[in-house]
C-alpha cells in the first residue's frame, strides 16, 4: 500500500493544525512530522508536545521521524503524543536493536533510516 505523507514542516506553524486538517482532506492519509534536536542534525523542529496538540485534530497516521540523539531516551513521550510509527536514525543510536524493541513493546510500527553516507549493509542484522 502507498500513502502521501505530507510533512508538517513546510505547513505554516501558526495555522498548523488547519493545514493538516486541509491536507487530509485532501487525501492524505499520513502525516509525516520530523523531529530534529538541533545536535544529531543541526536544525530544531518540534517535540512531541506539539505532536501531542495536532494529534487533536486528525486521526491520520502520524509517522513521527526522530532526527535525535539517543532517541529510545524519548519513545515513550512520543507514543503518549500520538505517534503511530517512529522511525529512528541508525547513527543515532547507541543501541538499536533496544530502540526498536522499546518502539514495538509499546504497540508502535517502527522504523530505521541510514544517513545517506551510511552503507545499507549495516542494516543486515
Known amino acids: 500500500m502507498n500513502y502521501l505523507a505530507p510533512s508538517v514542516l513546510s505547513a505554516d506553524f ?15 492519509e499520513m502525516i509525516h512530522l520530523d523531529v530534529m534536536d538541533g545536535s544529531f542534525v ?3 523542529s518540534f517535540g512531541a508536545s506539539v505532536i ?11 509517522d513521527v521521524h ?9 519513545i515513550g513521550d512520543f507514543v503518549k503524543a500520538g505517534a503511530d510509527l517512529i522511525t529512528v536514525h541508525y547513527e543515532a543510536c547507541s543501541d538499536v536493536s533496544e530502540t526498536i524493541s522499546g518502539i514495538k513493546n ?3 510500527k517502527a522504523g530505521i533510516a541510514i544517513s ?9 542484522n
Do not use: C, H, W
Open 14 to 28: 501558526s495555522m498548523l493544525g488547519e493545514e493538516i486538517i486541509t491536507v487530509v482532506k485532501a487525501g492524505a
Open 42 to 44: 543541526p536544525n530544531i
Open 52 to 62: 501531542k496538540s495536532v494529534r487533536k485534530v486528525t486521526d491520520a497516521i502520524f
Open 66 to 74: 526522530l532526527m535525535i540523539e539517543e532517541p529510545v531516551r524519548y
Open 106 to 108: 509499546r504497540g508502535v
Open 116 to 124: 545517506p553516507d551510511t552503507p545499507v549493509t549495516v542494516l543486515e
